[in-house]
C-alpha cells in the first residue's frame, strides 16, 4: 500500500516567530496518523522544525538542495547537510526553480542522485505550462520530464521517490486542475513508472499541486491515482493546511 501525503511548501515566507507558530498550531491540531505530513519550511527553520516535530509523525523536508557532495559553492546547502539536520524528505524540480534559477532534468537528475545517496527522499516535482497544455502537449512534456529526471536511477531508489504533478499554470493562480485532469495525468505517470517498476508502481505516492485549498482537496484526493498533495499558500495557515490532510 503506497503512503498518503500532505506536504506543506511554505516557500520564501515566513519570519521566525510566524513560522514557529504555524509549526506548533500543526502539531497541535493533527489528528490522524493515516496521513504523512511533512512541512518543507525555508532552510533557516529546519533544524527547529525538526525539533518541534520530534515526537510526532510529522516529518521535514527541504525545499531545495545542491548536487554536488561538498565545496566551495557559496550560498548553496548540500543534501549530506540536510541529513545531519533530520530532513527526511527535500523537494526538486519545482517549476519554480525551473523557471527562475534555469534548473533542467540534467540538473535534477543529479540532484535526485545525491538526495538517495545521503538518504534523503526526493519529492520530485513535474508539470506542464500553460501553453503546454492547450497545445495539447501535456502528456508529452510530463513524459519526457520524468524519463529525464529519474533516468538511471536503481529499481529500489526510483520506490524511494515521491512524484508531485503541478501543473504550472494552478501553482499559485487560484486554478486548479479538475479531479478527472488530474487523475488522468497521475494515471500517466504511474504509467510510465510501471514500466520500469512494474506492479512495484502500485507504492509509489504520486501528489497533486496547484491551488489545492480546504474546498477542492477532498474531491482530488478521492481520484484512484491522487495519493495527497503539495500544498503552496494554504499550508501558511495552520487550520487550511489541518482542514486539507483532515479530508482525506
Ligand atoms: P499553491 O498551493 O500556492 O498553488 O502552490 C503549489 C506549489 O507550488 C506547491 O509546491
Known sequence: MREKIVAGNWKMNLTKNEGLLLVDGVVNGLNTADVKVILAPPFPFISDTVSKVEKTTITVAAQNC????????????????LQSFGCDYCIVGH?????????????????????????????????????????????????????????????????????????????????????????????FIREKLSQVLRDEAENVSILYGGSVKPDNAKELFSQKDIDGGLIGGASLNSTDFLAIIHSF
Not at 127 to 135: F, I, P, V
Not at 159 to 181: D, N, R
Open 66 to 81: 545542491h548536487q554536488s557532495e561538498s565545496g566551495a559553492f557559496t550560498g548553496e546547502v548540500s543534501a549530506a547537510t
Open 95 to 187: 517549476s519554480e526553480r525551473r523557471q527562475y534559477f534555469g534548473e533542467d532534468d540534467t540538473l535534477v537528475n543529479e540532484k535526485i542522485e545525491q538526495l538517495l545517496a545521503n538518504n534523503i527522499k526526493p519529492i520530485y516535482c513535474c508539470g506542464e505550462s500553460l501553453e503546454q497544455r492547450q497545445a495539447e502537449e501535456h502528456f508529452e512534456v510530463v513524459g519526457k520530464q520524468i524519463q529525464s529526471a529519474l533516468s538511471g536511477l536503481k529499481r529500489e531508489d526510483l520506490l524511494k521517490i515521491v512524484v508531485a504533478y503541478e501543473p504550472v499554470w494552478a501553482i499559485g493562480t487560484g486554478e486548479t486542475a479538475t479531479p478527472k485532469q488530474a487523475q488522468e495525468m497521475h494515471g
